[in-house]
């Protein structure tokens, strides 16, 4: 499994919070449960080689080398840390939805396995678009998530997400939002998007962006709430690193 951590001025951002992910996606997996202590002194080392204003780092944690097959082996896991320099996402970007379901009643639902490869085909289904995310629904056609952001919209002037049964990751950057926020959680089929006032993303590399296409609608963008949740997360980002 893998974690993507922003770097705000050469220090990892809400660190603990990826690290307990981290740690779920592990047991999820059966794998050994990660050394924080280890964890912690390795991104402070990579970090260390390097000025990043603003980055990314990448955890990735494995099984290790086990036999051909899909046998997990039992031998010592894998840890693989990296930086990279990030560049700040657009203020609005362009979305399609993809008719492939995210499995909500899956082993892997909600664990931020490196199993990829979906998320792989559905961006690039996007991209022919001229999108730069692609929303999943659910097997039971509710709205899911995107294949590396947490999705939020507006109806009625109130801030909607789906909830974790939807099979969504739990994004820290949407946990963070739901703590500092009022924003309702519920399950609604995606055709919710359809009528929405205003649609963000929210993620590590982009925080909260929001969305001015969504197939062939034009929406306004950002719109007010949207607005209100960008300078908040820049206000409460400033505060404090591991919120
Ligand atoms: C499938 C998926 N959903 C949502 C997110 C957003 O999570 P976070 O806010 O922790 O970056 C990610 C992040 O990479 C993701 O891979």
């Known amino acids: 499994m893998f974690e993507a951590i ?3 001025d050469g220090k990892p951002f809400a660190l603990t919070r990826h690290l307990n992910r981290l740690a779920r996606s592990a047991a999820a997996l059966g794998l050994p449960e990660p050394d924080d202590e ?12 390097e000025q990043l204003p603003l980055g990314r ?3 990735t944690y494995t099984g290790g080398p086990a036999e051909l097959g899909s046998g997990r ?3 010592t896991p894998t840890t693989v840390v990296v930086a990279d320099v990030m560049n700040a996402a657009p203020e609005t970007t362009a ?7 995210r499995n909500e009643r899956g082993a892997m639902a909600g664990v931020k396995s490196t199993s990829y490869a979906e998320n792989v085909v559905a961006l690039a289904e996007a991209a022919r678009y001229d999108a730069t995310e692609a929303i999943f629904e659910n097997l039971a056609g509710h709205l899911c998530e995107g294949t590396g952001t947490n999705v939020g919209y507006v109806v009625d002037g109130e801030v909607r997400t789906p909830t974790l049964g939807s099979g969504c990751l739990a994004g820290v950057t949407r946990a963070l939002l739901l703590e500092w926020y009022d924003v309702v959680e519920v399950d609604e089929p995606i055709s919710v998007l359809d009528s929405a006032d205003e649609i963000f993303l929210m993620s590590t590399t982009r925080d909260v962006q929001g969305v001015h296409r969504i197939d062939g609608r034009e929406l ?3 719109g007010p709430l949207t607005r209100a949740l960008v300078e908040l997360w820049s206000a409460k980002e400033a505060e404090h690193p591991d919120p």
């Not at 280890?38 to 080689?49: D, M, P, Y």
């Not at 979305?95 to 492939?100: I, K, S, T």
């Open 6 to 8: 922003k770097v705000v």
């Open 38 to 49: 280890l964890f912690r002194s390795a991104v402070a080392e990579v970090l260390a080689q």
């Open 57 to 59: 780092l990448r955890i």
């Open 73 to 75: 082996g039992d031998v």
């Open 95 to 101: 979305v399609v939805r993809v008719p492939w379901p």
């Open 220 to 222: 306004p963008a950002p």
